[in-house]
């Protein structure tokens, strides 16, 4: 799945902050976010990989259909394995809507996340942002790339959204 943030990064989330819903598998969405053109976004259904929603008309529409197969080829590669994706996503979204997530649980699932995009497990930073009640709000982890590209990845976990950023080292 490390195709999916090369040079780009991504969100899950299930549109669902906030309303009340439990979280389902059904309403898991990824969210590819281009560093060029500027502020580009495309919506994916996660379990369908078809776009739901681009943020930016300006995205030529030959780029559309390639971000369009990347994703498709990256989600159907190994179907078991973005179905285990999936339910972490939802279950680490579950932890921190409901009876909110601890330290070691919150690590645990970035360890696996990390592995999910060929990242190195072991974190090089870690952030962890607490809020009423002492309750864990955020937590973002730094994790270099396994390959020799010199990236490092964020990995940022709050109660509406999971995402993964890519940088250089610098």
């Given amino acids: 799945m490390k195709q999916l943030i090369k040079n780009q990064n991504i969100k899950f989330d299930t549109h669902q902050a906030g309303d009340g819903q439990e979280t389902n598998l059904k309403g898991l969405h990824l969210e590819k976010i281009l560093h060029k053109p500027k502020n580009t976004k495309i919506k994916f259904h996660f379990f369908e990989k078809i776009p739901i929603e681009k943020q930016n008309n300006n995205i030529d529409k030959k780029l559309f259909k390639k971000i369009q197969s990347e994703v498709s080829k990256a989600l159907n590669r190994n179907p078991q394995k973005t179905n285990e994706l999936g339910e972490l996503i939802l279950k680490t979204l579950y932890r921190y809507k409901t009876q909110g997530i601890d330290e070691i649980d919150a690590l645990e699932a970035v360890k696996n996340i990390a592995d999910y995009f060929d990242l190195n497990e072991d974190f090089i930073r870690k952030t962890i ?27 940022k976990q709050t109660k509406n959204d999971i995402s993964i950023s890519s940088r250089r080292s610098k």
């Avoid at 942002?129 to 490092?152: A, L």
């Fill in 129 to 155: 942002k607490y809020g009423k009640d002492n309750k864990i709000i955020e937590v973002t982890t730094t994790h270099p790339s396994n390959d020799t590209s010199q990236k490092r990845h964020n990995i």
